[in-house]
């Protein structure tokens, strides 16, 4: 998932905006207001700054919903061009979009889109921490979207999406489909010592026995992870919209720098730069001592006086 820092020489303040783990997909502490992406959006670039025209975020309210969860709001303004015209499919089967815990504020917004109300799904928990989920509503025959990211507590939201597609396929839905904004364990992803676990392979294959028909993640930690399905992955990207956020700031690409944390994200940062009126890169070089452990040895480029916009697929603990 791509995720972005923002530091700011001004009041040597930093705000976070996530894919992964933040503002705008999945996160653990996800904030009540969400950034909204309309492709109809202009983007005007003048002299050495840039700048779009943005909607007003949603409120969409802070504090867990509790399930089941009923839309009973009206579409925002801004979405009302964008809604899809149908709820049904090319082959005809319904759509429903149903939403486990971690992440209720973009289940909303999903539905909203598509012009839909949330399906009405129960999930609990006992008191020694299993889950219970039932679907409060009909899906046989329906192409059922499942969004649950796998963020933090990563094994709680995993086995609460596993339960949602099991209770789905029993309940004779024609497609499943899990929208994962933040795939969890997607770190383990080949060994890089003996004897240890490549658990996004495990993670893809309980998914997929639990009764999953297609999968759709965003910004993987690396693209090989979508090989380790069975069932095909469509794998999208937020850059698009972590761009508009950054347009929306009208700051000027000569006081902007693009900061890479480390080598192997040199790629991404690039990109990054290259849209944003070609703003200057620096690099961090940092040596890894052990999980969560990082010792910054250099930085290549310079930051002084300047807006640092550090790019990343995750943020995790941010050097904290």
Request: aromatic fraction near 6%; charge should be neutral; hydrophobic fraction near 40%.
């Amino acid at each position: 998932m791509a995720s972005l820092t923002i530091i700011s020489p001004c009041n040597s303040s930093s705000s976070s905006l996530s894919s992964s783990s933040s503002s705008l997909f999945a996160g653990s502490s996800l904030s009540h207001k969400t950034v909204g992406y309309n492709q109809s959006r202009s983007r005007t670039c003048a002299s050495n700054s840039f700048k779009c025209n943005l909607p007003q975020p949603v409120d969409i309210g802070n504090g867990k919903p509790t399930v089941p969860i009923v839309n009973e709001r009206t579409l925002p303004k801004f979405l009302e061009s964008a809604r899809m015209e149908t709820s049904v499919n090319r082959n005809g089967a319904k759509l429903k979009v149903f939403s486990g815990t971690a992440n209720p504020a973009l289940s909303q917004e999903i539905a909203w889109y598509m012009g839909l109300e949330l399906g009405k799904i129960n999930i609990k928990r006992f008191a020694d921490g299993e889950i219970y989920v039932q679907l409060q509503e009909s899906v046989r025959g329906c192409d059922v979207y499942l969004v649950q990211s796998t963020c933090p507590p990563a094994n709680e939201n995993l086995m609460e999406l596993l339960i949602m597609v099991d209770a789905c396929r029993r309940a004779s839905a024609k497609n499943i489909t899990v929208v994962i904004p933040y795939f969890g364990y997607a770190r383990a992803d080949r060994k890089t010592q003996g004897r240890e676990s490549i658990a996004a392979k495990l993670v893809a294959n309980l998914i997929t026995e639990a009764g999953a028909n297609r999968v759709l993640a965003c910004d993987l930690h690396s693209g090989q992870s979508m090989g380790y399905f069975d069932i095909p992955v469509d794998h999208v990207h937020c850059q698009s919209v972590i761009l508009d956020y950054l347009a929306s700031k009208t700051i000027s690409s000569d006081d902007m720098v693009v900061v890479s944390p480390d080598v192997g994200g040199v790629a991404r940062a690039r990109s990054f730069a290259k849209k944003l009126s070609d703003a200057p890169l620096a690099i961090v070089d940092k040596r890894r001592h052990g999980h969560n452990v990082a010792e910054v040895m250099n930085l290549i480029g310079d930051v002084k006086g300047k807006v640092a916009v550090m790019v990343d697929d995750m943020i995790d603990t941010a050097g904290e």
